[in-house]
Every structure is written in structure tokens, then in C-alpha cells.
């Protein structure tokens, strides 16, 4: 019943900066912690970020830590992941995703509820 729809992935230098938006329809947003994973070529899903319901908690990626930062604004439904210094290593599709607040295990995919249809980044040397 919950749909998420994202946008803003593209392609970009190495050293530039991408905003990932993610937009809930359906349900209110403010019940869900929201995550961001990636996953690139060859690789297993990797967790990159996640912010709690009400937006009292981040959580970081050791990868990312300093370069990316989660925010959400509950009165859109919406939630960004700003992405600073990217590098080639960033490059993956990104996904971003809701849990219900109360299950509290944000950095797990396996816990999240519902999920967005992935969008593409691709940072160039």
C-alpha cells in the first residue's frame, strides 16, 4: 500500500555532489525510520544511512561517514540523502527504504518494510 518514489540519481565527477530524494505515498511517513542501502555490480546489498521516525538518530556507514548526509522532512513524506565527495566507489544503484518505527533495527535490510525501485549513480573518474 506504501509506494516510494525516488529520484535524483544520474551521473556525476568524482569529487561532486548528488541529492537523493525519496517520497512516500500512501501512508504518512512519520511512523517509519527511513534507510538508504546500495548495491553495486557483483556485490551484496550494503547498508549507507538511516534516520529514525522522528529524525532524533542517524546512522552511518563507515564508507560514508562525512561525505553523506540523511535528513527527512515528515510534513512532505519525503526523505534526501545528500552525497558529498563522491567517488567511484559510490557508484551503485541505491535504494531507499521504511521501517516501522518501533522495530528499531534501522542498519538491517532485512527488517525494513517497504522499498523504492532503486536509482542509479554513477560517478566517473
Known amino acids: 500500500q506504501v509506494q516510494l518514489v525516488e529520484s535524483g540519481g544520474g551521473l556525476v565527477q568524482a569529487g561532486g555532489s548528488l541529492r537523493l530524494s525519496c517520497a512516500a505515498s500512501?501512508?504518512?511517513?512519520?511512523?517509519?525510520?527511513m534507510g538508504w542501502f546500495r548495491q553495486a555490480p557483483g556485490k551484496e546489498r550494503e547498508f549507507v544511512a538511516a534516520?529514525?521516525?522522528?529524525?532524533?538518530?542517524?546512522d552511518y556507514a563507515d564508507s560514508v561517514k562525512g561525505r553523506f548526509t540523511i535528513s527527512r522532512d515528515n510534513a512532505k513524506n519525503a526523505g534526501y540523502l545528500h552525497m558529498n565527495s563522491l567517488k567511484p566507489e559510490d557508484t551503485a544503484v541505491y535504494y531507499c527504504?521504511?521501517?516501522?518505527?518501533?522495530?528499531?533495527?534501522?542498519?538491517?535490510?532485512?527488517?525494513?518494510?517497504?522499498w523504492g525501485q532503486g536509482t542509479q549513480v554513477t560517478v566517473s573518474s
Open positions: 527504504a521504511i521501517q516501522r518505527a518501533w522495530i528499531n533495527r534501522r542498519i538491517v535490510a532485512t527488517a525494513y518494510d517497504y
Open positions: 534516520i529514525s521516525w522522528n529524525g532524533g538518530s542517524e
Open positions: 500512501g501512508r504518512p511517513f512519520t511512523n517509519y525510520a
